[in-house]
């Protein structure tokens, strides 16, 4: 299969300079940003459970969670404002060709993002300020804003991105936008499956990394209700999510098998186009062929047709000068393999909660429960990095699936490395403030600081030592 290996270096001899930095500068861009969605569309709604339970139950610990969670969403969003925003002057800067051709169709999203985006700002500050100024439920109403938003402006983006794999709702003429379908712009083939599986990613990584939070906390001895309550609400939401989310993800792989022919034989590492296609777990593309990984018999076919000759379209169905290099594929193929291993592998951890749960009403008694709780944030954000990774880099070498190379909507002019160690600067110095100022705020609680002590229409609130004697 050596052609293969030609046809991507001669693909790759073309390629103007400005597109490798550009590629890395919009990966770790949009790496960097990714971590912040969840806690925009999810962490917001576990600040709400919290409230509410405060509110019906008249439980102090409640609240005070709810009113600390509100602080960290409120320093979360300000970060994905900077980081968003130089996410959309990358699109025109280093993304010519694709805003300057498909501009009227794939800036409809993100005008709407950007609706979705000033309505939240406006409801974030309501409810954060609202603690000390608005009677108990009408401030707890100002906060469903809050969430809505997030998932309104996620679903945006997902839709321009969703359209970028299989786009529609256009009229060309002559290479040109003529007419737009907003409609079919918006809620193209791909938005459902695609949106729904962000959605349920999103509140996968925010319970998990809060919930760890908590379960390092709980190693370290701090077992009283404050710690009990902030992991059970955001354990258990990941956990009642993540077998339908297995679900989902099977579905959208079957729906690229369906319309994605280039990126699913990616997926897969397949060179050639065969029915009887195993599952190959690991390995990686070297001429032509999938060496070191661990076949499963039929397994792909299986997964993709629910019958072992179903046919699976290889590398060599790709055009030459369509196709991509062996290393985009490993990337996709690897990639892939770990999104699915990681989120397994929080399948179990929820499964463990759910058996100690049915059986006791009561946590996992093992220590090592709370250790693998402790590293699921991470986890699940190493999945939801590796699933963007397989919508992006399995889309190459399109931008616009059968319409624009990424190589033809780049920049032409200036050396974008320095584009990119600019952003690189400012992630760094964002990431690090962000770290330092909520590194800050934990100091300042974990000592008892008097602003948080009672809320402020709550129920008296109880002192640090009651609150340290309860135990699970």
Known sequence: ?????????????????????????MAFTLAFHIILVPFGVAFTFLMLVANYRGLRRGDSTALLLARRWSKVAAVLFAVGAVSGTVLSFELGLLWPGLMGRFGAAYGIPFAIEGIFF????????????????MRPWPHFWSGIPVTLSGLG????????????????????????????????????????YEALHMFLAAYIVAGFVVAGVYAAGMLKGRRDHYHRLGFLISFTTAAVIMPVQIIVGDIAAREVFQNEPAKFSAIEALPRTSTHVPEVLGGVLIDGEVRYGTEIPYGASILAGYRPDTKIAGLDAIPAEYRPAPRLVNTVHLAFDVMVGTGFALLGLAAWFGWAWWRRRDLPRSTWFLRCTAISGVVAIICLECG????????????????????????????????????????TVVGAAAILVLRGMRRRWAAGAEDDRDV?????????????????
């Open 456 to 472: 402020p229409y709550g129920p008296p609130g109880r002192d640090d030592a009651q609150l340290g004697g309860e135990r699970l």
């Open 118 to 133: 000033f309505l939240e700002a406006i409801f974030v500050a309501i409810y954060l300020y609202g603690w000390q100024r």
């Open 388 to 427: 963007w990774i397989v919508t992006e880099v399995g889309r190459q070498p399109w931008t616009v699936v059968g319409l624009l190379l990424t190589r033809d909507a780049v920049t032409r002019s200036g050396n974008v490395w320095y584009f990119f160690a600019g952003a690189l600067v400012i992630y």
């Open 153 to 192: 402006g996620t679903a945006s983006v997902v839709s321009a991105n969703a359209w970028m794999n299989q786009p529609g709702g256009i009229t060309l003429r002559d290479g040109q936008v003529v007419a737009v379908d907003t409609w079919r712009v918006l809620f193209n083939r791909a938005f459902w």
């Open 1 to 25: 299969m050596a052609p293969l290996d030609l046809a991507a270096g001669l693909i790759a001899a073309v390629d103007p300079p400005q597109l490798l930095p550009a590629r890395q500068q």
